[in-house]
């Protein structure tokens, strides 16, 4: 991992796409929160040690802990606002961040109250910090259709409150695309968008279930490269995949930093963006993710360039927003 981005990753405006609000919770405000709830061990080291784990469901057991400690709406609305701050330094202009809704509803928690506090959160953000925001609701789906379907309705409900896609995440090989065509079906038909993750920990046939499914993005799209027909048919379509290089090793999908297919992607001409998925969990950053690939994989500046506009390009903003930013982009890029 590089110690210190360069001052060119820095300066390069970036949109962020597969971000996790719950995984964006340093262990210094999980403490906080595990203090305010008068949660045994309260201390750092304690906190730290559920950022411990070693393969995918260690993972898995790891995100419901830390999701554990969010209990009121006010908690949603401090590390909504303290990812925001932190987007703000590594320049980030725009995010599209994901919320577990599936976990709140499986808590029995009151989500509209939960969503007034990420709403406070993100105008707060967005008046100190400048930034676009917009939330993606996912479902578990390891928990099936039908719940699948009580987020739906949820996202529906807000989709004229910043809410501008419908995913599922967790565990691919306990909850098959094939479960979710009605939903996505539904969501399309209520003029959301559609993400999910895929080919994370499952083969590249679950990649194609969600080009089935009309996913307009692919979270991860690891083992793509198994399937030389997939690899055609996403360079052809441009379906962007939102790469997360240190998630993949952290999770022990991807079994070494060498192996990991990111440069082979881009040189295929898939249409790829760099994002940090759980950055508190995996100890990642944005910047950290650009300047990993430029380390490791020879990525010259230009195609970082290249990697941070498609990352604009990608995004579920409307399209006068989008141009906005592209523009912006060119602007500052053309003067880096």
């Not at 110690?3 to 919770?25: D, M, Q, T």
């Not at 009121?72 to 599209?96: C, F, G, S, W």
């Not at 090793?249 to 940090?276: E, I, K």
């Not at 500046?301 to 390009?313: G, K, P, Y």
Request: proline share 4%; with cysteine; net charge negative.
């Amino acid at each position: 991992m590089p110690s210190e981005p360069s001052r060119f990753v820095l300066s390069l405006p970036k949109a962020e796409l597969h971000l996790h609000l719950e995984g964006s919770i340093e262990p210094s405000t999980l403490l906080e929160l595990r203090q305010r709830h008068g949660m045994d061990g309260a201390s750092l080291a304690e906190v730290e040690q559920l950022y411990n784990y070693k393969d995918f469901a260690g993972f898995l057991a790891a995100f419901k802990d830390v999701t554990g400690h969010l209990r009121t709406p006010e908690d949603y609305e401090v590390i909504a606002y303290r990812l925001m701050e932190r987007l703000k330094a590594q320049n980030v202009l725009h995010a599209e961040v994901i919320v577990s809704v599936g976990v709140c509803l499986w808590r029995k928690q009151d989500f509209p109250a939960i969503f007034e506090g990420l709403e406070r959160g993100r105008r707060r953000g967005e008046k100190d910090f400048g930034i676009s925001l917009v939330w993606i609701f996912d479902a578990i789906r390891q928990f099936g259709a039908q719940k699948a379907q009580r987020v739906l309705d949820l996202a529906i409900q807000f989709s004229d409150r910043n809410v501008v896609a419908f995913g599922v995440g967790g565990d691919e090989r306990a909850g098959p695309p094939e479960w979710f065509a009605g939903v996505y079906g539904r969501a399309a038909e209520h003029g959301l968008h559609l993400t999910a993750h895929a080919g994370e920990s499952a083969g590249p046939e679950s990649i194609w279930g969600a080009l089935n499914l009309k996913a307009e993005r692919i979270g991860h799209g690891l083992t793509a490269g198994q399937d030389p027909e997939l690899i055609e048919e996403l360079a052809e379509s441009q379906v962007p995949i939102e790469i997360c290089v240190t998630s993949n090793l952290r999770t022990g999908c991807c079994a070494a930093l060498a192996q990991h297919p990111v440069r082979r992607y881009f040189d295929q001409g898939l249409m790829l963006t760099l994002n940090s998925d759980d950055p508190a969990i995996f100890a990642t950053s944005l910047v950290a993710e650009y300047g990993l690939v430029q380390q490791t994989f020879g990525f010259t500046d230009e195609h970082l360039r290249e990697l941070a506009r498609n990352s604009f390009e990608a995004s579920f903003l409307p399209p006068d927003k989008k141009i906005e930013f592209l523009n912006l982009f060119d602007s500052a890029t053309m003067r880096a």
